[in-house]
């Protein structure tokens, strides 16, 4: 999915591609009426025209906006726009979490996800019905 620099979806002006993941691109972007640096998830079309997909897709957003934790970044905004799906949350300036945890090498099996204080994560995701 490609989206121009200097595209604006839903308010947020798309400033620089930041990432790349299995289900979109992140993009650096601007919220010109809070005067902020965001990221913004763009959903690929394949994901955002399945029905059942975009469903789950705002619930878990919704859930994911309800979430208040240190290791959780904030969900700003959700929804459509331009036919597109995306995702608004804290931008946070830097490499990802994975590669600044090991920054030289390839991860073993298993030893990717280590680092995830999961069972924090998964407290406050029950407390929110998840």
Known sequence: ???PTGETIAG?????R???GGMGVVWRARQPSL???VAVKLI?????DDEVF????L??????ASLEHPNVLPVYEAGESNGRLFLAMRFVEGPD???????????RPGERWAWWPRSQLLSTRRTRGA
Do not use: I
Request: overall charge positive.
């Open 1 to 3: 999915m490609a989206a």
């Open 12 to 16: 947020y002006e798309l400033e620089a």
């Open 18 to 20: 930041v990432g790349r």
């Open 35 to 37: 005067d902020r640096l």
């Open 44 to 48: 690929g079309s394949d994901a955002a």
């Open 54 to 57: 975009r469903e789950r897709f």
């Open 59 to 64: 619930r878990e957003a919704k859930l994911a």
């Open 97 to 107: 979490r994975p590669r600044s945890c090991r920054p030289r090498g390839a991860w």
